[in-house]
């Protein structure tokens, strides 16, 4: 076992759940934190070295080869569609994108939103299930706080990713249309995948028996 498997990591909610995860089934090294000032760490023993990444740039990292494989949202492979290989559904960070409008514009069917404004951070996926509907709208691209539009009077309505849906309540948005669940995906460069495949292969059955036991 001469090369190493590089595993970029996201940052953010999925992070100390990979770690603990891939931990599990020998895949870990000192000092892998979210915080750490090494942006690249490397276990010399088991030839592993994890890339900590912006959650965004982690199926970029993986498409090109800088890492084998990664931990990403299938928020974010939808969103970006990428040219990788899905290995595994994790089945953990659970969220779901929903289309919301203020409380008080609610309307009875979903083609009485028809050329209205759309804010929110997944533009393609909006535009992907607004163009299904066979619905005309104008998305805008957010980085950040998508809830804010509808309140200062940037879009009427948003696309975006909930969990509990508190925030919605609290700034007076109702969920209109739930648009697809995402859980965090193990995923794989191409290449990677045939060139290191038994070691890959392995990891994935590993992990599959550590996820089916947590499950019990």
């Given at each position: 076992?001469?090369?190493?498997?590089?595993?970029?990591?996201?940052?953010?909610?999925?992070?100390?759940?990979?770690?603990?995860?891939?931990?599990?089934?020998?895949?870990?090294?000192?000092?892998?934190?979210?915080?750490?000032?090494?942006?690249?760490?490397?276990?010399?023993?088991?030839?592993?070295?994890?890339?900590?990444?912006?959650?965004?740039?982690?199926?970029?990292?993986?498409?090109?080869?800088?890492?084998?494989?990664?931990?990403?949202?299938?928020?974010?492979?939808?969103?970006?569609?990428?040219?990788?290989?899905?290995?595994?559904?994790?089945?953990?960070?659970?969220?779901?994108?929903?289309?919301?409008?203020?409380?008080?514009?609610?309307?009875?069917?979903?083609?009485?939103?028809?050329?209205?404004?759309?804010?929110?951070?997944?533009?393609?996926?909006?535009?992907?299930?607004?163009?299904?509907?066979?619905?005309?709208?104008?998305?805008?691209?957010?980085?950040?706080?998508?809830?804010?539009?509808?309140i200062v009077g940037l879009s009427e309505m948003i696309v975006d990713i909930?969990?509990?849906?508190?925030?919605?309540?609290?700034?007076?948005?109702?969920?209109?249309?739930?648009?697809?669940?995402?859980?965090?995906?193990?995923?794989?460069?191409?290449?990677?995948?045939?060139?290191?495949?038994?070691?890959?292969?392995?990891?994935?059955?590993?992990?599959?028996?550590?996820?089916?036991?947590?499950?019990?």
């Amino acid at each position: 076992m001469d090369e190493y498997i590089t595993i970029a990591l996201p940052k953010g909610k999925l992070f100390d759940k990979s770690v603990r995860l891939l931990a599990k089934v020998g895949y870990s090294a000192e000092n892998v934190t979210e915080d750490s000032r090494k942006l690249v760490i490397s276990n010399e023993g088991t030839k592993v070295r994890f890339i900590i990444a912006k959650t965004v740039d982690v199926p970029t990292y993986v498409e090109y080869g800088a890492a084998d494989i990664g931990i990403i949202g299938k928020d974010v492979l939808l969103e970006q569609d990428k040219d990788v290989v899905e290995l595994l559904d994790l089945g953990f960070g659970r969220c779901r994108l929903m289309m919301a409008v203020p409380e008080a514009k609610r309307r009875a069917k979903l083609t009485d939103y028809a050329h209205l404004r759309v804010a929110t951070k997944y533009p393609n996926c909006a535009k992907a299930y607004f163009n299904k509907l066979g619905i005309q709208t104008e998305i805008v691209k957010l980085n950040g706080s998508i809830e804010l539009g509808p309140i200062v009077g940037l879009s009427e309505m948003i696309v975006d990713i909930v969990e509990t849906g508190r925030t919605l309540k609290e700034n007076k948005l109702a969920e209109v249309d739930s648009i697809f669940t995402a859980t965090a995906r193990l995923i794989a460069n191409r290449a990677s995948f045939k060139l290191k495949f038994a070691r890959l292969h392995k990891l994935v059955e590993d992990l599959r028996i550590v996820l089916n036991e947590e499950d019990k």
